[in-house]
């Protein structure tokens, strides 16, 4: 019982004493012109489009290892 004052004491001394940290104000350290913008943009374009394939070949693949069983099964069957 000792110890866990001990411990709950020094968590309360640690956090008592902490201080608020503030972020910096991005409209000083961000001095970017549009171009870098728009490229950004560019960029999220690229990878979104890259996406909706690459999430139709998933399904593709899951709806394909998902119904194999199910041949496979009535293979057997007619044989």
């Known amino acids: ?5 001990r411990i709950l004491m020094t968590a309360i001394a640690l956090l008592g004493s902490s201080q608020a940290a503030y972020a910096a ?3 000083t350290t961000y001095s970017s ?7 950004f943009g560019l960029c999220a374009l690229v ?3 890259q996406l ?5 070949l998933l399904a593709g693949m899951l709806k394909g290892l998902l119904s194999s ?8 069957r007619s044989r």
């Not at 909706?52 to 139709?56: E, K, L, R, V, Y």
């Not at 069983?69 to 057997?76: D, I, T």
């Open 69 to 76: 069983k199910k041949s496979v099964r009535a293979m057997q």
């Open 33 to 39: 012109g549009w171009l870098v913008l728009a490229f």
């Open 47 to 49: 990878v979104t489009v």
């Open 52 to 56: 909706i394939p690459a999430i139709m």
């Open 1 to 5: 019982m000792k110890t866990n004052g």
């Open 25 to 27: 104000s991005t409209h």
